[in-house]
């Protein structure tokens, strides 16, 4: 072990997992699938020898991208005899030897570097936007997205959130049939008109052969981009899409990690990407998506998962520090959609935006009261 900066190592003593069940306030249907009742994450905290606390976030959609259940066993099985004893401000190497001894999980590594992340800002006594090469925006314009099929309790919601200041709502499509969504989205301009952002996503809802008359239809709503309007693997189709749709075409299931990111921009299947802790595997994975994109032209977009206000913290930072991703983000499910977040304090949102935090590490902690009632300890092993 070495020093560094006067700082003595402090290696990992502890890992702890935890399988959270969060309440959701409604039900929500998207192309891929619907989500109601609850969501099912997972939580991971390292304590140092020195008593340091590193959380970390593991929030799987198994219809997108994994399971609670295998992010336990690849962090409490398969990792943690890399993790135990290690110096956690060795992030590259510790996350390269994850990427060589298990394949794929990228929300469990996720968890593990936002974990390992929070330890070395903390250390440090620096944000961890500051890790990540240091912030340059210290609000994030924030967006909501309207997933109800209840359309009419989607109209309360909005005009609730509008009154709370946020002016960005991304409707997810391709659900109910075409004409429900022309109605949602001339209802939601004839009630709100310009001054509202409105992004759309198919997640994946569209069968290539009707993809371009569909979308051609609701181009007249002015939406700034159009999400993975297609399958995942249909890159062809996205393809003939991005070349004729005027509006900008966001790939999101299509496009995992930095490697993806190349071979989609040689492709020509987007205009943007959505970057996602979850789906690259941590925020410096993401930091690579982006660079890839900046090189082609291409903006990115902060995008998420159904998480706690924990691993929304990773994206944040990881936002705030990455200037490529300039088209907002979508972490407001803590605030705005959980029926209660686990952090101790509230989630900061201000005004339709989200305040970066400046203290050291993630910035917040999770309320280990409310751990242990929404949570079961998954692993009891030191
Ligand atoms: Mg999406």
Same mark, same amino acid.
């Given at each position: 072990?070495?020093?560094? $900066?006067?700082?003595?190592?402090?290696?990992?003593?502890?890992?702890?997992?935890?399988?959270?069940?969060? %309440?959701?306030?409604?039900?929500?249907?998207? @192309?891929?699938?619907?989500?109601?009742?609850?969501?099912?994450?997972?939580?991971?905290?390292?304590?140092?020898?020195?008593?340091?606390?590193?959380?970390?976030?593991?929030?799987?959609?198994?219809?997108?991208? =994994?399971?609670?259940? &295998?992010?336990?066993? +690849?962090?409490?099985?398969?990792?943690?005899?890399?993790?135990?004893? $290690?110096?956690?401000?060795?992030?590259? $190497?510790?996350? +390269?030897?994850?990427?060589? *001894?298990?394949? =794929?999980?990228?929300?469990?590594?996720?968890?593990?570097?936002?974990?390992?992340?929070?330890?070395?800002?903390?250390?440090?006594?620096?944000?961890?936007?500051?890790?990540?090469?240091?912030?340059?925006?210290?609000?994030?314009?924030? #967006?909501? #997205?309207? $997933?109800?099929?209840?359309?009419?309790?989607?109209?309360? !919601?909005?005009?609730?959130?509008?009154?709370?200041?946020?002016?960005?709502?991304?409707?997810?499509?391709?659900? &109910?049939?075409?004409?429900?969504? *022309?109605?949602?989205?001339?209802?939601?301009?004839?009630?709100? @008109?310009?001054?509202?952002?409105?992004?759309?996503? !198919?997640?994946?809802?569209?069968?290539?052969?009707?993809?371009?008359?569909?979308?051609?239809?609701?181009?007249?709503?002015?939406?700034?981009?159009?999400?993975?309007?297609?399958?995942?693997?249909?890159?062809? /189709?996205?393809?003939?899409?991005?070349?004729?749709?005027?509006?900008?075409?966001?790939?999101?299931?299509?496009?995992?990690?930095?490697?993806?990111?190349?071979?989609?921009?040689?492709?020509?299947?987007?205009?943007?990407?959505?970057?996602?802790?979850?789906?690259?595997? =941590?925020?410096?994975?993401?930091?690579?998506?982006? +660079?890839?994109?900046?090189?082609?032209?291409?903006?990115? !977009?902060?995008?998420? *998962?159904?998480?706690?206000?924990? &691993?929304?913290?990773?994206?944040?930072?990881?936002? /705030?520090?990455? %200037?490529?991703?300039?088209?907002?983000?979508?972490?407001?499910?803590?605030?705005? !959609?959980?029926?209660?977040?686990?952090?101790?304090?509230?989630?900061?949102?201000?005004?339709?935006?989200?305040?970066?935090?400046?203290?050291? @590490?993630?910035? *917040?902690?999770?309320?280990?009261?409310?751990?242990?009632?929404?949570?079961?300890?998954?692993?009891?092993?030191?």
């Amino acid at each position: 072990m070495f020093e560094c $900066a006067g700082i003595a190592a402090d290696a990992i003593a502890a890992l702890e997992v935890w399988v959270v069940r969060l %309440p959701v306030r409604t039900r929500r249907a998207h @192309g891929i699938g619907d989500i109601g009742g609850e969501v099912e994450n997972v939580i991971l905290r390292l304590t140092t020898e020195g008593g340091l606390i590193g959380w970390g976030e593991a929030s799987p959609w198994p219809a997108f991208t =994994g399971t609670a259940g &295998a992010a336990v066993a +690849a962090l409490d099985v398969q990792l943690r005899p890399l993790l135990l004893g $290690a110096d956690p401000r060795r992030v590259s $190497a510790i996350m +390269a030897n994850a990427d060589a *001894m298990l394949v =794929g999980q990228p929300e469990a590594k996720a968890a593990l570097e936002m974990a390992l992340f929070d330890l070395l800002g903390k250390q440090a006594r620096l944000p961890v936007a500051e890790l990540l090469g240091g912030r340059c925006r210290d609000r994030l314009a924030l #967006s909501v #997205s309207l $997933a109800n099929p209840d359309f009419e309790a989607d109209l309360v !919601y909005a005009q609730d959130l509008v009154d709370r200041g946020v002016g960005i709502f991304k409707v997810k499509t391709g659900v &109910a049939g075409h004409a429900f969504d *022309m109605h949602r989205l001339e209802t939601l301009r004839m009630r709100f @008109g310009a001054s509202i952002d409105l992004r759309i996503d !198919y997640n994946q809802g569209l069968q290539p052969e009707v993809a371009l008359r569909c979308l051609r239809d609701i181009e007249q709503f002015a939406p700034t981009f159009i999400e993975q309007p297609v399958p995942a693997h249909c890159w062809q /189709a996205m393809a003939r899409i991005t070349a004729n749709i005027d509006t900008p075409i966001l790939a999101d299931e299509s496009v995992f990690d930095a490697c993806d990111a190349r071979r989609a921009i040689e492709a020509g299947i987007c205009d943007a990407i959505s970057v996602k802790v979850m789906k690259s595997g =941590g925020m410096r994975a993401c930091q690579r998506v982006s +660079a890839v994109a900046q090189s082609a032209g291409l903006p990115c !977009y902060g995008g998420d *998962m159904f998480e706690t206000g924990l &691993a929304h913290l990773a994206g944040v930072h990881l936002v /705030a520090a990455t %200037p490529n991703v300039r088209l907002g983000c979508e972490y407001y499910q803590a605030s705005f !959609y959980l029926q209660e977040d686990l952090l101790a304090e509230p989630f900061p949102v201000d005004n339709g935006e989200i305040v970066v935090p400046t203290t050291p @590490g993630l910035g *917040m902690a999770v309320d280990e009261d409310k751990l242990a009632r929404m949570g079961q300890r998954v692993s009891s092993r030191r």
